[in-house]
């Protein structure tokens, strides 16, 4: 439905590759949760910020 109306697709709560997979497969468009990251403290997050992955994995870690 959010498709034909054109609308963007946030999942919340993703945990697992598979999860991952069948989201992206079924046209989500926006992920999160704790397959991507563990919540993060702001200063932690305002150093990421503008990073690639790699430059931000020891910022991830420390949470």
Same mark, same amino acid.
């Given at each position: 439905?959010? =498709?034909? +109306?054109? +609308?963007?697709?946030i999942a919340e709560g993703v945990e697992t590759e598979n999860q991952v997979t069948v989201l992206t497969e079924a046209g989500c468009s926006y992920q999160q949760g704790f397959y991507y990251s563990t919540p993060l =403290?702001?200063?932690? +997050? +305002?150093r990421i910020l503008g990073k690639n992955r790699d430059e931000s994995a020891p910022y991830l870690s420390e949470d």
């Open positions: 439905m959010a =498709k034909d +109306l054109h +609308l963007s697709i =403290k702001q200063e932690n +997050l +305002l």
